[in-house]
C-alpha cells in the first residue's frame, strides 16, 4: 500500500517518486493519496497489506499536516492486521540527512502504536533531480529501496544530486528567481517574510 501524504498530492513529486517505485518493485502495490475525507478508508485498506509506505515531502523540517491529520485518524482506527511502515522522504535541500527528524517522527509513531518499521529513504535535491540526467541515481535507488522491502531487510538509504553545495544552492537560486518572474514576483518580494501582500 502506497500512501502518498504530501498535500499537493495529484500533482506532486511524490507521485513521481511513488510511480517510479511501482515500476520497480517486484511486488504488487496499490496507490493511494490522502485526502480531507478519506481518512477511515485508508486506515481500513490497511487489513489489506503486509507494508505501507509512506511518500512525502519535507515540510518546515517536518512531516506535512496532510500526514499528520492521517496518523491522528490512524491511531484511533488501527487495523487489526498491523502492516510494517516504511517511508520514501523528499525534501529540497540537498542534504538527505535533512529529512531526518520526520523520519524519526514516523518511527516515533510506529513505536508508540505498535507497528513494525521497515527500511528508509532520504532523497535530497527534491525535484530538481528529478529534471537532470541525475534522475537516474533515483531511479538506481528506489530499486534498490524496493528489493529490500520485498526481501524484508530493513535499510537506510540516501541519495542527493553529487554536486557541490555552492553549485546546487547557486543553480537553485536561478531557477527561484526565474520561477518568481514568470509569476510577476521580484527577487526582493521573495525575500520578505510578508507572504499575506
Known amino acids: 500500500m502506497i500512501i502518498n501524504g504530501s498535500p499537493r498530492a495529484p500533482r ?12 520497480k518493485s517486484p511486488m504488487p502495490t496499490e496507490y493511494f493519496t490522502i485526502t480531507k475525507n478519506n481518512h477511515l478508508e485508508l486506515c481500513k485498506k490497511m487489513n489489506d497489506f ?3 509506505l509512506l ?19 490512524l491511531e484511533i ?8 511502515f516504511c517511508i520514501m522522504i523528499n525534501c529540497g535541500f540537498i542534504e538527505p540527512n535533512q529529512n531526518d527528524i520526520a523520519v524519526k517522527m514516523i518511527q516515533f509513531f510506529c513505536q508508540s ?6 527500511s528508509v529513504l532520504r532523497i535530497g535535491s527534491g525535484e530538481a533531480i528529478l529534471t537532470t540526467p541525475f534522475q537516474k541515481l533515483v531511479e538506481w535507488k528506489i530499486k ?7 526481501k524484508e531487510k530493513n535499510v537506510s538509504l540516501k541519495v542527493t544530486m553529487p ?35
Open 50 to 52: 503486509t507494508h505501507v
Open 163 to 197: 554536486l557541490p553545495k555552492k553549485v546546487f544552492v547557486k543553480a537553485s537560486t536561478k531557477y527561484w528567481e526565474n520561477y518568481g518572474k514568470k509569476n510577476g514576483i521580484t527577487k526582493e518580494q521573495m525575500s520578505i517574510m510578508d507572504i499575506e501582500n
Open 113 to 118: 502504536q505498535g507497528y513494525s518499521f521497515g
Open 77 to 84: 482506527n488501527s487495523p487489526s492486521q498491523k502492516p510494517k
Open 12 to 23: 506532486s513529486n511524490s507521485q513521481k517518486y511513488a510511480k517510479i517505485f511501482q515500476a
Open 144 to 150: 534498490k529501496f524496493s528489493l529490500a522491502i520485498t
Open 55 to 73: 511518500v512525502f515531502p519535507l515540510y518546515a523540517d517536518s512531516i506535512p499536516v496532510t500526514l499528520l491529520n492521517f496518523l491522528k485518524t
